[in-house]
């Protein structure tokens, strides 16, 4: 089992939470008024420098307490998001369908494995000397294959960086579940499969109204 530097996972999770909150911060203001290039850029300054503040000057040393530090997919997936201004097409769909499925599903699996309501071990699993870094290897081939094809190229890159960051720095924690996968992440998948199925119900409902209105003499 390797672990990261103490000073480098410090600093990867301070940056890493002042993107995510920067995120939240977009996402919050209403589609009429998104920010301007430089408005998102100086906001995702302000806030990495607030979260690099020392100890319990910065809002990550509180956040860390409950979460401890946000996984390199998230990461990733929250600068895609920042991007819309530079790349509207790209960032319109984060957090695809088939993303959001495998997210949610494994998210379950290994939080249920580690309350101990299912007995797999796949959270250690995540620290093989050996498994872990051929897994890894191996998605991160597939994602370069994406990004060469064109598929969910924004979504590979994010993943992409978050296997090279556990590769080469073992950063968050030196588990490589915790670089692909972590609470905020598995919960953003699962609004985002339920607020479709919302949608797709009232679609569906708004449908079969008209249907019943069409009929009628």
Known sequence: MTLPDLLLQN??????????????LVSLLPASRQLSRRATALLLGFMIVVTLLPGKLSPAYWIALALQWPSGLLAGLCLVRLARPWRPAAAAGV???????TIAL??????????????????FWGFGPRGAPLFALA?????AAW???GRWRPQAFAALAALTLFTLLRL???????????????????LTLAIRAWRKRERNSA???????????
Do not use: E, H, R
């Not at 957090?95 to 499925?101: D, F, S, T, Y």
């Not at 998605?139 to 994602?143: A, D, E, N, P």
């Not at 449908?207 to 003499?217: A, C, F, L, R």
């Open 11 to 24: 600093t990867y999770g301070k940056v890493a939470w002042g993107i995510v909150l920067a995120t939240l």
């Open 106 to 123: 494994f998210g379950t699996v290994l939080y249920l494995d580690a309350l101990g309501l299912i007995s797999l071990s796949l959270y």
């Open 172 to 190: 968050p924690t030196g588990n490589l579940w915790d670089a692909l996968l972590d609470p905020m992440l598995w919960l953003w998948a699962v």
């Open 95 to 101: 957090m695809p369908v088939a993303l959001a499925c």
């Open 207 to 217: 449908t079969n109204n008209q249907g019943v209105v069409s009929v009628k003499p």
């Open 139 to 143: 998605v991160m081939v597939l994602c």
């Open 147 to 149: 990004i060469v094809q």
